[in-house]
């Protein structure tokens, strides 16, 4: 029993030394790669296994962020243990402008005995070139070379130096040394991929799957691998390559956000819901989980879900500018989730923001005076319309027609109205129409959509047709309809209907018998058209008898 519980012990000392030795690789590549957050996370968790290492690189994101004192202090534990080399390095790399003499002997006796050890004189090399002492740096960094033919490391350095100086061609020449020297390296395939990621976006792929097929038990490809793909669209292959990635069980916002994006770009609304909430789980403010959250209830038709999710949003603070720091996206679908939960004046206020973010966008208009109709607020859909279309290079016809007909449907709803206050608006909508449908006749004079409409207004006006105030209009109309050999029938229809019934109340009242032939003419054409018109019908029976 003590034997198998001893050997059970074993194993697990075995098993946490490998994976403390892995974290250290793992924080390394993520160091080299830029990413601090995930390096820094794992250095602190290698640091009791590997102190000295851990500690100098948990310094260098310190000393990275100006923060002199974490750096000293981090260098310090590190440099405890005699043996120590790295946090060494960083503490001579502090003194190195107060103390320049003292501090160069360190580092070039550290040189000295860690002569076949690249990574260790790639750090020094670093130390110079981060002090200014470029010749030191180079001197060491060729000792380097020399001196460890396998290693990528000072290639991957001097092809980072090259890349600060904007000299890309060379650093991508140093990667490609990096890599010819060790095949295994991964760092340097993505920094050679980064390099052609916004001119050879298959270039930069192809590097990627060399990568992973040169080490396939190494992961950190996969994660950028997927981050390409999902740069340039390709999103199955993001999907897949963030899948094989996850099997490390290394997971981050960033790597959340972006496979939650890819999933909802191949309308996989479920899974890219699941994802995202996992992400909120690790951050539950991050703005960019919970707007992608937002659109996709919304994608899923899940309205009360996302309106919570939105509201969540647009309390979140953001350091960037009060312009910039929501998306127009943002406005636009938060406020169709209003509409299609019934708030339709909440939805309006996100179409106004929206505007002020892009405010040459028809279409913003379009969904702003939608809304504003289905509010019943037509005056108001027909003035935020005509604001872009006063202020557009090129003048439509059909948004002045649009702008006109909510005018025409508010004149509509007041004349029907039994409240005399509002009653008192028709004659102003009825003037906005007819001003916004002159607009439509002086821009397409040979269509007869202006005339139609300006008509129907003015009848408004004219209920009784006593003064024939839509007469000219409709009398046009017939003219443009008549001679086209496609003419619309319905409204052709329409505009003789209508004078066969101001010229029958013509008859009525003067019993002029002109007027009686020109409504029984107007009532035959419209029978015409449509024999079974049952006001025509009428018409036409009271005429003959």
Do not use: C
């Not at 000295?52 to 962020?65: P, T």
């Not at 991964?186 to 590097?207: G, L």
């Not at 016809?397 to 005399?420: C, F, M």
């Not at 329409?494 to 007027?515: M, S, T």
Request: glycine share 4%.
């Amino acid at each position: 029993m003590k034997k198998i519980i001893s050997l059970s012990l074993l194993f697990a000392a075995l098993f946490s030394f490998a994976t403390k030795a892995q974290n250290t690789t793992l924080a390394l590549e993520y160091y080299w790669l830029g990413d601090t957050q995930a390096s820094k996370k794992l250095f602190e968790q290698s640091a009791s296994q590997s102190p000295d290492i851990s500690y100098y690189y948990l310094g260098e994101i310190a000393a990275n962020n100006k923060n002199v004192d974490e750096a000293r202090s981090n260098y310090q534990k590190g440099a405890s243990n005699p043996e120590a080399v790295y946090s060494k390095i960083g503490l001579l790399k502090l003194d190195l402008k107060a103390n320049p003499k003292e501090s160069t002997k360190g580092l070039n006796d550290i040189v000295k005995k860690n002569k076949k050890e690249a990574m260790v004189l790639v750090e020094v090399a670093r130390a110079f070139y981060e002090n200014g002492l470029v010749a030191d740096g180079d001197r060491v960094l060729a000792e380097a070379r020399k001196n460890d033919g396998k290693s990528a490391w000072p290639y991957i350095l001097a092809g980072d130096r090259f890349l600060k100086m904007g000299k890309a061609g060379d650093a991508s020449g140093q990667y490609d040394q990096a890599i010819h020297f060790d095949a295994k390296n991964t760092v340097a395939y993505i920094k050679s991929a980064q390099i052609y990621a916004n001119t050879n976006s298959k270039v930069a792929i192809e590097q990627l799957k060399e990568a992973i097929a040169a080490d396939p038990n190494n992961l950190t490809a996969n994660k950028f691998l997927a981050e390409m793909y999902n740069k340039y669209g390709f999103y199955p292959q993001a999907i897949e390559s963030y899948e094989n990635y996850f099997k490390r069980g290394d997971k981050s916002v960033q790597d959340m956000i972006y496979y939650g994006s890819a999933l909802y770009f191949t309308e996989s609304y479920d899974k890219a819901a699941a994802s995202l909430k996992e992400g909120l789980a690790m951050e539950p403010n991050d703005r960019v989980l919970n707007r992608l959250l937002m659109y996709t209830y919304n994608k899923q038709g899940k309205f009360a879900e996302a309106q919570a999710v939105g509201e969540k949003l647009f309390q979140l603070s953001s350091n960037e500018d009060e312009e910039s720091k929501y998306l127009l996206d943002d406005y636009l679908t938060y406020a169709s989730v209003l509409k299609e939960n019934g708030q339709a004046a909440k939805a309006i206020d996100q179409y106004r923001k929206a505007i002020e973010l892009d405010k040459t966008n028809k279409k913003l208009y379009e969904e702003l005076a939608s809304a504003l109709a289905k509010d019943n607020r037509l005056d108001e859909a027909g003035d935020e319309l005509l604001k872009y279309v006063e202020n557009a290079e090129t003048k439509e016809a059909a948004d002045y027609l649009q702008a006109g007909i909510y005018y025409y449907r508010a004149a509509s709803n007041v004349s029907k109205s039994t409240d005399e206050a509002e009653k008192a608006k028709l004659p102003a909508y009825v003037e906005k129409a007819n001003t916004t449908f002159s607009k439509v006749i002086e821009l397409t004079p040979d269509s007869y959509q202006g005339f139609y409409w300006r008509a129907n207004a003015n009848a408004l006006m004219d209920q009784d047709l006593a003064k024939g105030l839509a007469n000219a209009d409709y009398q046009k109309m017939i003219e443009l309809l008549e001679s086209s050999s496609d003419a619309n029938q319905t409204r052709l229809m329409e505009a003789y209907r209508y004078f066969a019934i101001y010229y029958l109340y013509q008859f009525d009242a003067n019993k002029n018998a002109d007027d009686k032939a020109k409504a029984k003419d107007f009532a035959e054409k419209v029978l015409s058209i449509s024999p079974d018109d049952e006001t025509a019908k009428k018409i036409a029976e009271y005429l003959n008898q």
